[in-house]
């Protein structure tokens, strides 16, 4: 059975510092995984996705997941935060069809 | 433009009073589903099909029913809404059924039901 958790709940950034949001995942077969971002009273949008090709996958806005097969990891980094990267972030997995296992998200907080 | 549209985007009922919440996508993709949003808890997927005539349970399917007679339209269907019913719900698409196609997502229905 798949699974996916997010190890933080909120993540506090200064606008132009780094962002790190951790993702830990459980699969039985080799995985599809993705990143969904949701801005306040919206829909969910594709980040990126990662689909056994590169390891390090680059997504739209500027942000970049890798894949750790050893550590079932897959992190979502920004090198520098802007203002309207505040959102919620969902982790998510699928191991067959297409079955989404989504993470309970990480809401990013971004301060001037 | 390619899109998935829901309707109604927000809607307030009473307990027992049948409703429907629509999805049409215009994208002629296969897959359709259905998730269900709660603080907290992320999204959870209630039903989906992966063609016509051809649809199943998800993780929280209780209380809920579905159809898909068109390759466009996946209503959602609750019979005897119920208060635990209330939520953000979510209806998605994709061109396949296979675990890396990208699903795209409608715009959200809020029901809240009293």
């Known amino acids: 059975a798949q699974s996916v958790t997010q190890l933080d709940s909120h993540v506090s950034v200064s606008e132009g510092t780094p962002v790190l949001l951790r993702c830990n995942y459980s699969?039985?077969?080799?995985?599809?995984l993705f990143w969904y971002v949701q801005h306040p009273n919206k829909g969910l949008q594709l980040l990126l996705k990662y689909t056994s090709a590169a390891t390090l996958v680059k997504g739209i806005n500027g942000f970049e997941a890798e894949f750790k097969k050893s550590e079932t990891s897959f992190h979502l980094t920004k090198p520098s935060a802007h203002m309207s990267d505040a959102a919620e972030y969902f982790c998510?997995?699928?191991?067959?069809?297409?079955?989404?296992?989504f993470g309970k998200g990480t809401m990013l907080l971004v301060s001037p | 433009e390619a899109q998935v549209t829901q309707n109604p985007r927000y809607l307030i009922t009473v307990t027992g009073k049948k409703l429907t919440v629509t999805c049409s996508q215009n994208m002629n993709h296969e897959y359709m589903s259905w998730y269900r949003q709660d603080p907290g808890l992320g999204l959870r997927q209630i039903y989906y099909?992966?063609?016509?005539?051809?649809?199943d349970k998800g993780d929280v399917p209780e209380g809920y029913k579905v159809s898909r007679k068109e390759k466009r339209n996946f209503p959602l269907i609750l019979e005897s809404p119920s208060p635990n019913q209330t939520s953000l719900y979510f209806c998605?698409?994709?061109?396949?059924?296979?675990?890396?196609?990208?699903?795209?997502f409608g715009p959200g229905t809020r029901l809240t039901v009293l």
């Open positions: 998510v997995v699928s191991e067959r069809y297409s079955t989404l296992t």
């Open positions: 998605a698409s994709s061109l396949l059924s296979g675990s890396a196609d990208t699903q795209y």
């Open positions: 699969s039985s077969y080799s995985p599809s």
């Open positions: 099909s992966m063609n016509v005539e051809v649809t």
